[in-house]
């Protein structure tokens, strides 16, 4: 039987600190992001760890939190504690007993939503919140620490290069990581399973979903709408659905992480520009499992090829922000004229816009949305970047660089 190393996780560090400075840690992230692995791996050897979704371990700490606890002393790592929130009341009056020490419970979940409301209510001040998303790129490559090229002298080369079909198989597999340990897993199959188990589990958890079927059919039809413009009356009128229940499922995707709603940016500079959010999801393999998609070939030279593309680079992005222990400041910038810039970075009080181009031969005209933002925000741009799926580097444009995607 072949043995998986451990993959080094971006996150480590600032994990490691939060365990030092706060009495509570709060990880939250998708199921299967690596959760349990990572605390495991950093502190099993000196924290109790308890799984709160077996029902009988559930019944115990909901029914008698305080012996619960008891038998469960800090420190202590509390799997999945959406199951049991009412557990948050009572780790606060352990944690007011002990204020001083550090590093007392790790909570973790996969329902970011119900998960920060009972840390909210209960234990406000007293707690530091981190996500945990699938492996970024650097990660899965070895390179946890790598930072973002605005952020370095000079972009990091990747370790090595991807060749195009290769690149187009990851996205179909995602960045999960046992697919990623796990090469020979059936890629299809390891998707119907999560796709399912999260439907059966988060969804009926969190919104009391009568008809599933219906709600597989909202999954597809926004994957159709993936990299675009969300307009959920439409998207409700399409599917026979009342707004309301749109918005409450948009939400729900939203509280465990599995998409990402992109705010435009804009302020007053005289120009009509576009307010509606993007939709993105937040991983290539259930995007492209959802989209049916299968073949490499299909998925890159399909109409979905582009917004694949863009799903990756924004995955990367966020992974960045929130691996650092950021909030993400991401956003896109469009005119009612139809000039637009795919997205727009915010970092330390400047603006880095990225654009994302199918394309492998870099051309000038594919900076023309850069060249417009910096005009009209010329005080707080930055270097911008068009990343793409080829090998090039090369200047387009004062201040813009073409970025192949290994590099990114």
């Known amino acids: 039987m072949a043995v998986y190393s451990y993959i080094i996780r971006t996150i480590e560090p600032v994990l490691q600190q ?24 950093l502190f099993g050897n000196h924290y109790r760890y308890v799984s709160l979704e077996p029902p009988d371990i559930r019944t115990a700490a909901v029914s008698d939190p305080r012996s619960f606890l008891s038998l469960n002393p800090a420190p202590a790592i509390f799997d999945e504690v959406q199951y049991a929130p009412e557990l948050t009341a009572y780790i606060k009056e352990i944690v007011d007993t002990h204020r001083e020490r550090s590093g007392q419970y790790i909570l973790t979940g996969s329902q ?36 973002p090229p605005w952020e370095t002298s000079a972009p990091e080369p990747p370790v090595t290069q991807v060749s195009y079909p290769r690149m187009w198989q990851n996205f179909l597999r995602g960045s999960f990581p046992e697919l990623v340990a796990h090469p020979d897993r059936d890629v299809a199959l390891w998707y119907a399973g999560y796709v399912q188990t999260y439907l059966e589990r988060d969804v009926r958890t969190l919104r009391q979903v009568g008809d599933l079927t219906q709600f597989q059919s909202f999954l597809r039809a926004l994957v159709a709408r993936n990299g675009q413009l969300l307009n959920m009356m439409e998207l409700a009128r399409d599917l026979g659905l009342a707004v309301n ?6 939400s729900i995707l939203q509280a465990t992480l599995q998409i990402v709603l992109l705010r435009p940016y804009y302020v007053n500079v005289g120009k009509r520009l576009v307010k509606t959010p993007k939709v993105y999801f937040t991983d290539t393999g259930i995007l492209c499992y959802l989209a049916g998609l299968r073949s490499p070939r299909h998925a ?22 929130m691996h650092w222990g950021k909030d993400p400041s991401i956003y896109f910038w469009r005119t009612a004229g139809g000039l637009e810039v795919d997205f727009v970075v915010e970092h330390e009080g400047r603006l880095i816009p990225i654009e994302v181009k199918l ?9 023309d949305g850069i060249v417009a933002f910096q005009k009209d925000y010329a005080d707080r741009v930055a270097p911008g ?3 793409h799926p080829g090998e090039l580097q090369l200047p387009l444009g004062p201040n813009i660089t073409a970025l192949p995607l290994g590099c990114f």
């Open 18 to 41: 939060a365990v030092r400075e706060f009495p509570v840690v709060v990880l939250t992230g998708p199921r299967q992001s690596g959760k349990t692995t990572l605390l495991k791996h």
């Open 359 to 367: 394309s492998a031969t870099p051309k000038r005209a594919m900076a």
């Open 300 to 321: 890159a030279e399909g109409p979905m090829g582009g917004f694949i593309l863009e799903t990756a680079v924004l995955g990367e992005l966020v992974k960045d922000f």
């Open 385 to 387: 970047y068009v990343v």
């Open 245 to 250: 229940t749109v918005k409450a499922w948009i």
């Open 112 to 147: 970011n939503l119900m998960v920060l409301e009972g840390v909210t209510e209960s234990l406000a001040g007293r707690t530091a919140v981190l996500h945990l998303m699938p492996l970024s790129q650097h990660e899965a490559s070895g390179r946890p620490q790598v930072r």
